[in-house]
């Protein structure tokens, strides 16, 4: 809990030192012009990159493999995007940090032996329906009709009775 508090009062602390040293070097209207294009590039990366890691994790649900790795990259774009959105310096630098692969990768090495990732339970998908299992038999509609055969064992025969 130390250390969240820290970040609380300190984050904010580094924010404004940070607008403070740019303002002074580039001046205030290009330090408000530099706020508002990260912001811009941050929503942008994270639309581009949002869709890509959805497209990863429905590939990987359906192909019955555990999708943790796709939903922890998920997760810190989404916070990277958030970070960009957030006016600072510091906090931009460490959402574009966050959106580079291999930072994310260092990233996910760090947190995977503290994250449990749930299946749905096997047989099912990650959307509900329950898989079929074995083969898929291919018919033509001259192979298969709706009308009952008569000479069929599974027929129920009021006559038999």
Do not use: C, H, N, Y
């Not at 497209?55 to 192909?63: D, F």
């Amino acid at each position: 809990m130390p250390f969240v508090g820290l970040i609380l009062i300190g984050l904010p602390l580094l924010e404004i030192a940070g607008f403070v040293i740019v303002g002074s070097k580039i001046g205030v209207l290009w330090t408000i012009a530099l706020v508002i294009l990260s912001s811009i590039v941050g929503s942008t990366l994270l639309r581009v990159q949002g869709f890509s890691v959805v497209t990863r994790i429905r590939r990987e649900l359906e192909a019955g493999r555990d999708p943790g790795r796709e939903l922890a990259d998920g997760a810190m774009i989404m916070l990277a995007g958030i970070l960009l959105l957030i006016p600072g310096f510091v906090s931009d630098i460490l959402g574009l940090l966050l959106f580079i692969p291999p930072v994310r990768e260092f990233v996910w090495r760090l947190l995977k032996r503290r994250i449990v990732v749930s299946s749905f339970g096997a047989g099912f998908d990650g959307f509900g329906t329950k898989r079929r299992g074995g083969k898929t038999i291919d018919l033509d509609s001259e192979d298969f009709s709706r009308t009952p055969d008569p000479k069929s064992p599974w027929r129920i025969d009021s006559d038999r009775r």
